[in-house]
């Protein structure tokens, strides 16, 4: 048992050598030693998982031998994945190894078709078309929409959204946790823009050349799509302090495009900023709005400002929402026609005269 003790004690440091840049005078003979390690830590982890003293001792070895406990006895079932994702991550891998790598992770000895074998390949086929939407263009070009790996991220999530109807926000939870914040905002905020992008070409398509509708609608499509918007609003505005730092995350000119179109979320974006704005006070000796209070004053009067007018730039419905907003916090606040009493006043002075001279220019041009 001290020996398997000791081997177990060495999967960080392989782990290690298949990200560095020693893989580059590796061969095909060393690459099938490297796989058949992680398939025997694989082999120990079946072995005693059902037995709770030895899995206790392994990975007490095994989180002995890092610097901080990263990977316990869990890792070693997973050890094929870790180190199969650790080697097609290194560019330093030769390309005769990489190959047999993919050859060896799509088609493991001895796997046949079931779910370990599935697993492997759908993580081989996934890490190179990451790999693919990574590669810069030659000549890049300004898109309307994400960047191609955020989109596709985006596309993958509302795939398995539309596909369980069942109510998958915990699923939906668990898996959004686990990105760093701003990539699942940014997710998130690509995902519900797809949607409505893709509803507008679907609604485009179904009239013929003639003008004539086509009646080829698919409800059922409408009826994913619904859902999938749903359970990621529900993720979205069901915790007060994620909405917050997801308005705070994301350009004020994409927040705006999803006020636009998800009511759900204009009403409650319009809410924080009000909250938000009523931790200005004006400060008559510089002569313009200052935070009140610096932790919870999250904005500055400018990024208010801005994030209003972008508001007031979007469709003609938001725009006359966020008009009635202010104006209605306006009134309750005094109802003041001067600068420099109301926040709101003042707000809603600049984003009319602001919307004024835009409208002035478009008709110019």
Not at 205 to 230: H, K, N, V, Y
């Amino acid at each position: 048992m001290e020996a398997v003790l000791g081997q177990v004690e060495q999967l960080p440091a392989l782990l290690a050598v298949c990200r560095s840049a020693l893989v580059r005078d590796w061969d095909s003979l060393t690459l099938d030693r490297a796989l058949e390690w992680a398939r025997y830590f694989q082999h120990l982890h079946d072995r005693f998982r059902a037995r709770p003293q030895l899995r206790e001792a392994l990975g007490r070895r095994l989180r002995r031998s890092q610097p901080y406990p990263l990977l316990g006895f869990p890792a070693l079932g997973r050890c094929p994945l870790l180190l199969g994702l650790a080697l097609l991550e290194n560019r330093a891998l030769p390309p005769a190894a990489c190959r047999r790598l993919l050859r060896s992770l799509l088609q493991p000895p001895g796997a046949g078709s079931g779910s370990d074998a599935r697993g492997l390949e759908l993580l081989a086929r996934r890490k190179a078309a990451a790999c693919l939407l990574a590669v810069p263009r030659r000549r890049p070009r300004r898109a309307p929409g994400p960047e191609p790996q955020l989109r596709a991220e985006a596309q993958l999530l509302l795939g398995r959204l539309r596909g369980e109807a069942a109510g998958q926000l915990r699923w939906l939870c668990g898996v959004l946790e686990q990105l760093p914040q701003p990539r699942a905002f940014a997710v998130v905020a690509a995902a519900l823009a797809l949607l409505k992008q893709e509803r507008g070409a679907e609604q485009a398509g179904d009239w013929d050349r003639d003008g004539s509708s086509s009646q080829g609608g698919c409800p059922e499509s409408t009826a994913g799509d619904g859902c999938a918007a749903g359970l990621l609003l529900s993720w979205l505005l069901g915790d007060q302090e994620r909405f917050s730092a997801f308005c705070l995350c994301l350009p004020c000119s994409h927040l705006a495009f999803l006020a636009g179109h998800y009511s759900q979320l204009s009403r409650s974006y319009l809410d924080l900023l009000t909250g938000w704005g009523s931790h200005l006070v004006y400060d008559p000796l510089q002569g313009r709005w200052v935070k009140s209070c610096l932790d919870k004053a999250k904005l500055s009067w400018e990024e208010l400002r801005e994030r209003f007018s972008c508001l007031c730039q979007g469709s003609a419905l938001l725009r006359e929402q966020t008009q009635a907003a202010l104006e209605l916090l306006r009134t309750q606040d005094g109802d003041f026609k001067v600068c420099g009493l109301s926040v709101w006043t003042d707000l809603l002075m600049e984003v009319m005269q602001e919307h004024k001279s835009n409208v002035k220019t478009y008709k110019i041009k």
